[in-house]
């Protein structure tokens, strides 16, 4: 396992985490159009997680590693695939934040949607902070 490359993962989601819970008191504070910037820098470090997730499960299917190598990477395969597809499904949360936070008027409930869409996110960066010593620093 290329532990450079989890820890470049680890940085990448929670920095995303960062961007997600300034944009949630961007929210909170009314200040709408700062709140879109900052989740749009979280979207980019969601698309940089998932690229270098490509480039990883790229470099070890062409290496011959693959879910049915042995039990580590049938376990590695799996959970990390739960967790891309959770990654997926909260850069659909934030993408429906960020058009929210472009209307005109996104609504009563736009505070309350940051605050939970946030902690959807927190959620799956928190899988990534388990997983990440698990699968990338445990012999």
Do not use: Q
Request: aromatic share 12%; with cysteine; charged share 15%.
């Amino acid at each position: 396992m290329d532990r450079r490359l989890g820890l470049a993962n680890t940085v990448l989601l929670l920095t995303s985490s960062l961007f997600v819970a300034a944009a949630v008191i961007a929210a909170r504070a009314g200040a709408r159009g700062r709140a879109a910037r900052l989740l749009m820098l979280a979207l980019g470090c969601g698309c940089g997680f998932i690229v270098s997730k490509v480039f990883e499960w790229g470099g070890k299917i062409a290496a011959g590693v693959t879910l049915n190598s042995d039990e580590f990477y049938s376990f590695y395969y799996m959970f990390t695939g739960i967790h891309l597809v959770h990654v997926l499904l909260g850069m659909g949360v934030l993408t429906y934040l960020l058009v929210r936070s472009k209307r005109p008027d996104p609504g009563a409930s736009y505070a309350a949607l940051m605050e939970g869409g946030g902690a959807f996110w927190h959620l799956v960066d928190l899988l990534w902070v388990l997983l990440f010593p698990l699968l990338y620093l445990l012999r």
